[in-house]
């Protein structure tokens, strides 16, 4: 849900514009720009940061232009129309939204239909035949490919998977791309998804001090117990199992 977003769009114009005018504007929008949801949003209508990471006009024919957008997430597309419309002094309006990509997960990859993932069930649950369904469901960890990976010792994955935060003696290796307060996807030594959280330090400072907490947990993927609990319980969390 908080990965960055990429999208198709048809633009149309109030009236006409000059090509070199447009692309001039569109250069004004790439990078932070504040914006107010629209009326029909979801979300509280108050003033906040988004981040346009690229605009690209792919097409212009009369008043309609066509352009592809990588930008934040939370972005409101259709309220950047009306922006950029505004700017160009002849107002603005969204015709069309495609979106084509969530991160590192984009349109390209091969779809599937729920049919298709209705009968890879069924000869899975009927016959035991799982080919199907794994060509047709992607493994979690595919979800998580783009982020920067902790990988813990066997000892630490079941006391992340009950909700504790990640100390830095359970870590066996870490990617260099670990930054400060950004997610990272925490690892079994298997390559199992254990839970997603962010990182309090930078990947150097990890490597170098021996204690203290790396990152804070914001998701857990793992079942309990699905690894030996080879830390000491509280008598709460016992009489919780319980």
Sequence with gaps: MHSSKEYVTLMELHDDVDLE????????FTGKVYQKPPLRSSVKRSLRIREIYS???LEVMNR???????????????????????????EAHMRELRRVAVAHIREELPIVTLHDVSEAVYLWRKYGDDTLLRKVVL?????????PKI???????????HGAQLAVPGIVMLSHDVKKSERVAIFTLKGELVAIGRSTMEAEEIANIERGVAVKIER????????????KKTKKEEKYEQ
């Design 21 to 28: 005018k447009l692309h001039t504007v569109f250069k004004m």
């Design 55 to 57: 605009i690209e006009l």
């Design 139 to 147: 493994p979690i960890e595919y979800v998580v490919a783009h982020l």
């Design 64 to 90: 309609h232009v066509l352009f592809k957008i990588r930008c934040e997430s939370g972005t409101y597309v259709r309220k950047l129309c009306h922006d950029i419309g505004l700017i160009l002094g002849v």
């Design 220 to 231: 857990v993927v793992m079942d309990r117990s699905v690894y030996p609990p080879l830390w």
């Design 151 to 161: 990988i813990i010792k066997d000892s630490a994955v079941d006391a992340v998977a």
